[in-house]
């Protein structure tokens, strides 16, 4: 493994990183420039109660070096948060490297970002994320052991994450419309991509009509050859008629325009970071629509990877009884939300909290 020289060390920048909005008791933050290979990266950990911090490695064109600290300080406190609900022994953290991923992104870049992450020594583990592949996670492999969802790790975690959303639709039907069986259900799913298709056709086999949407045809009329589901224009999936609609395609997509226009009692699907700005759950709430906290839902490639990094094989039955627990975790959020007259996202918060206070105590 690279090891880094004293005058190339990561600097510390929790101080700088204090001033921020998103900042929330994080634990520590490094930034890290290497002139010979270009990069510039930052790595945020918030909280190691649990265990080491895991989280991917974003990059992205940044408008400033602000910006991604706001964005390192806001996906590795969510990152906290998701594992503590999915109960594996990890902490929260992220990186991101400032850069355009379509014409920076080259070897000497990530083993340089590898060496940073050794210099760490375990704190922080990276994975795969917006803007990086399997490929940039090999190149990191050879410069650190603290890597996951390598060529080598086996793995695409889709299919554990749409078991888990899967799951917690279940959870969510049973909640909100009294029923046991999907049957006779309508889900419209947005986006049929790794997590949405392996959705669907689970969906399919339990007889729940489907609608669905992608911006790809191919996607669609697969959906609709072999699953027998309904078409939907992409614009307008979110307001069709369904007990559930499930973003499972891009972000933010729960915002002043479309909730308003959802015609579901439930969203429940697999999409990082659904709410546009954090208010829009209490929307959702006060619309007397069903939330499953997108982190709670989504947590089932964690959790498969979160046993990769035990050494355990991600798609053993230990692992695939973990994510099937989504379903009871959520059952349990859901009830806590209606007792105490608060939403599904604020409870989700909480649990996680408690989760970790509950660890330090040693309880
Ligand atoms: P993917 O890229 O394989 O699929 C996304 C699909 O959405 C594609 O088919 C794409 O054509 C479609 N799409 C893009 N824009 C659209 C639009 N405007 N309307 C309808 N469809 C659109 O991604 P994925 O791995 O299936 O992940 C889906 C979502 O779930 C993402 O938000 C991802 O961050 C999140 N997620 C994925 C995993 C995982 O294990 N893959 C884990 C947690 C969260």
Redesign the pocket.
């Known amino acids: 493994m690279s090891k880094l020289s004293n005058t190339h060390l990561p600097q510390d920048v929790t101080i700088k990183a204090q001033r921020l909005a998103e900042f929330s008791d994080h634990q520590q933050v490094w930034e890290y420039r290497h002139p010979a290979s270009g990069l510039h990266a930052l790595i945020a950990v918030h909280d190691t109660t649990l265990g080491p911090a895991l989280g991917g490695c974003r990059m992205w064109a940044y408008e400033s070096t602000a910006h991604a600290l706001s964005d390192a300080l806001r996906l590795s406190r969510g990152m906290t948060y998701k594992a503590a609900l999915a109960g594996v022994a990890l902490g929260g953290g992220k990186a991101v490297i400032l850069g355009d991923p379509k014409t920076q992104k080259t070897a000497p870049l990530f083993h340089a970002f590898g060496a940073m992450i050794e210099a760490l020594d375990g704190l922080y583990i990276t994975a795969e994320d917006?803007g990086t592949s399997v490929r940039d996670m090999d190149w990191i492999a050879e410069t650190t052991a603290h890597v996951t969802g390598t060529s080598r790790d086996g793995g695409?975690?889709?299919p554990?994450?749409?078991l888990g959303v899967y799951e917690g639709i279940r959870a969510a039907v049973r909640h909100r419309l009294g029923s046991t069986e999907l049957s006779g259900v309508t889900v419209a799913v947005?986006?049929?991509?790794?997590?949405?298709?392996?959705l669907c056709e689970r969906l399919a086999t339990d007889g729940t009509d489907l609608i669905v949407?992608?911006?790809?045809p191919d996607?669609v009329k697969f959906a609709v050859d072999e699953l027998g589901a309904t078409a939907e224009r992409?614009?307008r999936?979110h307001a069709v008629p369904a007990d559930v609609f499930a973003?499972?395609?891009?972000?933010a997509v729960l915002d002043d325009e479309t909730v308003p226009a959802l015609r579901s009692a439930i969203v429940a699907?697999?999409?990082?970071?659904q709410l546009a700005q954090d208010r829009h759950d209490e929307e959702l709430h006060r619309r007397g629509i069903l939330y499953a906290p997108?982190y709670v839902i989504?947590?089932?490639?964690?959790i498969s990877v979160a046993h990769a990094v035990v050494g355990e094989d991600a798609s053993d039955s230990k692992a695939w009884s973990a994510v099937c627990r989504i379903g009871a975790v959520l059952s349990e959020i859901f009830d806590r939300a209606e007792a105490e007259g608060q939403s599904p996202g604020a409870i989700a918060d909480q649990l996680a909290i408690e989760r970790i206070a509950r660890h330090r105590r040693g309880a």
Do not use: K
């Open positions: 917006v695409d975690p889709s554990m994450t749409a947005q986006g049929l991509g790794h997590v949405g298709r392996a949407a992608d911006v790809n996607a992409a614009d999936i973003p499972c395609a891009l972000g699907g697999s999409a990082n970071n997108d989504n947590a089932g490639g964690l």
